[in-house]
Nanobody, 122 residues
Framework: QVQLVESGGGLVQAGTSLRLSCAAS????????MGWFRQAPGKEREFVAA????????AYADAVKGRFTISKDNAKNLVYLQMNGLKPEDTAIYFC???????????????WGQGTQVTVSS
């Protein structure tokens, strides 16, 4: 049974950084595309970043481009989201998931984990 576990969230001040991690059982990250998503209070979950199977290609939502970096550590089977220059509008629960489609950002819906809370104070 696949389990995705996100960690690394917290309460931080605007302008600071956090690194989120995504670990998994029964999924080898070197063989799949991965994505990070977030859900702010009262809003729908939205795409944040994606990384290809090889790790050579990445994609970002316009709101985070230039501030966030997605990466993989295949040796540790982890996916990271480095978040710099955090803003209050980045406050959300952050989730990772396996991407089924690069273009549509479709994910495996039953893989969603609990996410990790990121709160950015002004």
């Amino acid at each position: 049974q696949v389990q995705l576990v996100e960690s690394g969230g917290g309460l931080v001040q605007a302008g600071t950084s956090l690194r989120l991690s995504c670990a998994a059982s029964e999924v080898t990250f070197s063989t799949v595309m991965m994505g990070w998503f977030r859900q702010a209070p009262g809003k729908e979950r939205e795409f944040v970043a994606a990384i290809s199977v090889s790790g050579r290609n990445t994609a970002y939502a316009d709101a985070v481009k230039g501030r966030f970096t997605i990466s993989k550590d295949n040796a540790k089977n982890l996916v990271y989201l480095q978040m710099n220059g955090l803003k209050p509008e980045d406050t959300a629960i952050y989730f990772c998931n396996v991407l089924q489609s690069w273009s549509s950002r479709q994910v495996v819906s039953h893989y969603w984990g609990q996410g990790t809370q990121v709160t950015v104070s002004s």
